[in-house]
Each structure stands twice: as C-alpha cells, then as structure tokens.
C-alpha cells in the first residue's frame, strides 16, 4: 500500500523550479559535448560508410545484376570509394593535428578508434571482398578469409594502441589508414589472384607486429598530405580514362606498395644497429 504525503501532492504534478532547466544544461557531461577535433573524426567515419556505399553500388550490384558491361572492377566506383578512404585518411590526419591544438572531448578516443575501424578496417576489407566476387580469376572463398583477417588486424590494431604504450612520435605496427590504403592498393595493381592474396596478407600481419613506424608529424605530415592529393589525382585520371592514366595509377599503387616494404625493413635494420651498438658498449663498459 503507498502512502502519498498530502503536503507534497499537488493537483497538476511536479513543476521544476525556475532555475532547475538552466543548471542541467550547464551540468551537462563534457562527454556529450563535441569539438572541433570530433566533428572532423565523424568526417572520418561518414566517408567511410560512403566508400561502402559505392563499392555496394557500383560495383557490386552491376556485377550481380548483369548491367556491368565492362565487367571487374568498375572505375568510377573503385575510384570514388578509394578517394572516399583518402578522404578519410586526410580527416584522421586533421582530427589529431587539431586536438593537439585545442581540445579534444573525453570520447575523442573512443570516436577516433571506432571511426578508424569503419574507414580503415570495414571499408578496405569489404573492398577485398567484392573484389574477390566480380574479379574472373578470384576464388571467393579465399577472399572471404583474406577480407576477415584485414577487418581482424585492424580491431586489433586499434585494441592494441588503446593499452599499449610505446615511444613517442612512433606507431607499433603499420597505421591502419597507411594499412587501409596499401591493402587497396595491391588490389588496383591488378596482379593474379595467389599473389595479391598474400600480399594482403602481409599487410594485415605488419598492422598486428610490433614494426615501428614514424608518426605523421611536421614534414611527414606534409609528405602524406601530399601524397594523398596526388593519389586522388591518379585515381581521378584513371577513372575518366586520361591518357597514361593506368600507368599512372598502377605506378602509384606500386610506390605505395614499395613504401610499405621498405620501412619495416629499415625499422629492422635499425634496431639490429641498436642491439649491437649496445652490446658494443655492455663489452666496453666490462673492461677494465
């Protein structure tokens, strides 16, 4: 049985005082509250969903439905959603650069994290996948298995930054918009199917290792924002079918390839140089 209190029982309800509205909006949590750094990462994540969108629709609906005349890999389409995750590299490059400079709110982490997983971890994977669907020489099953372990080395990768502490100015493991981009890259080289599976494999296993890799900051950030527009001028020339554009296309895709390569062999190189220059010293310091 309740008992209601007649002293605090009104006939029209409980009315907030006057000033009770404005102090819950200032009481709001910063956490709700998003900054500029945010707002470009929720850029990151919606070009993302699009390069979904238009591997979807381009490519994938013709290929099943018969209206792709050409066959393979559309190049509107491919080249729309590529640009679309530059896109989204660039914004992952900006929504860090700002937060550094003003403020992020307490969820940057997380926003940066889950957008990351859907432009550089959902959208390159899913990529993989129709590839293996609409190109002639794919087998489909292999591509399955190829686009689970690039989603795979992504989550982990982001799972790993989040708790992981390393040097500063150093990632462990290929960042996964460098990561997204070289997995996409293979793909446009066109090479056969044995070939560019492991190759995609590769790259999924050097976004788990724990190769270290320069932040992009300064010059560096620089040189990728340089590289991303000329890239999106490749894949622009190659979309509307440019003289040399192939060429060009294929050359970029290669030097973003090689790069890939190469720095995990001169991070190897370096920390060999490391380990001997110290044991070097360990001997020095034991003599007498």
Same mark, same amino acid.
């Given at each position: 049985?309740?008992?209601?209190?007649?002293?605090?029982?009104?006939?029209?309800?409980?009315?907030?005082?006057?000033?009770?509205?404005?102090?819950?909006?200032?009481?709001?949590?910063?956490?709700?509250?998003?900054?500029?750094?945010?707002?470009?990462?929720?850029?990151?994540?919606?070009?993302?969903?699009?390069?979904?969108?238009?591997?979807?629709?381009?490519?994938?609906?013709?290929?099943?439905?018969?209206?792709?005349?050409?066959?393979?890999?559309?190049?509107?389409?491919?080249?729309?959603?590529?640009?679309?995750?530059?896109?989204?590299?660039?914004?992952?490059?900006?929504?860090?650069?700002?937060?550094?400079?003003?403020?992020?709110?307490?969820?940057?982490?997380?926003?940066?994290?889950?957008?990351?997983?859907?432009?550089?971890?959902?959208?390159?994977?899913?990529?993989?996948?129709?590839?293996?669907?609409?190109?002639?020489?794919?087998?489909?099953?292999?591509?399955?298995? $190829?686009?689970? *372990? +690039?989603?795979? /080395? #992504?989550?982990?990768?982001? !799972?790993?930054?989040?708790? @992981?502490?390393?040097?500063?100015?150093?990632?462990?493991?290929?960042?996964?918009?460098?990561?997204?981009?070289?997995?996409?890259?293979?793909?446009?080289?066109?090479?056969?199917?044995?070939?560019?599976?492991?190759?995609?494999?590769?790259?999924?296993?050097?976004?788990?290792?724990?190769?270290?890799?320069?932040?992009?900051?300064?010059?560096?950030?620089?040189?990728?924002?340089?590289?991303?527009?000329?890239?999106?001028?490749?894949?622009?020339?190659?979309?509307?079918?440019?003289?040399?554009?192939?060429?060009?296309?294929?050359?970029?895709? $290669?030097?973003? *390839? +090689?790069?890939? /390569? #190469?720095?995990?062999?001169? !991070?190897?190189?370096?920390? @060999?140089?490391?380990?001997?220059?110290?044991?070097?010293?360990?001997?020095?310091?034991?003599?007498?």
């Amino acid at each position: 049985m309740t008992v209601i209190d007649p002293e605090t029982e009104t006939g029209t309800g409980w009315v907030p005082e006057a000033g009770e509205a404005g102090d819950e909006t200032e009481n709001m949590p910063l956490s709700l509250r998003l900054s500029i750094a945010d707002a470009l990462t929720l850029g990151n994540a919606t070009c993302g969903f699009m390069a979904v969108y238009f591997t979807t629709t381009g490519i994938l609906i013709p290929h099943l439905t018969g209206s792709d005349e050409s066959g393979g890999m559309a190049r509107h389409s491919a080249a729309t959603a590529v640009i679309l995750m530059l896109c989204a590299a660039v914004f992952d490059l900006f929504d860090g650069l700002v937060a550094r400079k003003l403020r992020s709110s307490p969820m940057g982490a997380e926003l940066d994290n889950l957008s990351d997983l859907i432009s550089f971890g959902l959208a390159p994977a899913y990529f993989v996948l129709v590839y293996g669907l609409v190109e002639s020489d794919a087998h489909q099953r292999f591509s399955v298995v $190829a686009a689970v *372990v +690039v989603l795979l /080395a #992504v989550v982990l990768r982001l !799972a790993r930054f989040s708790c @992981v502490t390393v040097r500063d100015g150093m990632f462990q493991g290929m960042p996964s918009p460098f990561g997204a981009l070289t997995v996409v890259s293979i793909v446009l080289l066109e090479l056969p199917f044995v070939p560019t599976l492991l190759a995609i494999v590769g790259v999924a296993w050097l976004m788990v290792s724990r190769v270290e890799y320069p932040k992009p900051r300064g010059v560096l950030a620089v040189a990728m924002l340089s590289w991303i527009v000329s890239a999106m001028a490749l894949l622009a020339a190659w979309a509307f079918d440019a003289p040399g554009g192939q060429l060009l296309l294929q050359t970029g895709c $290669a030097l973003q *390839v +090689v790069t890939g /390569a #190469v720095i995990p062999l001169f !991070a190897t190189a370096r920390r @060999v140089n490391t380990f001997r220059d110290n044991r070097r010293e360990a001997r020095a310091a034991q003599l007498p």
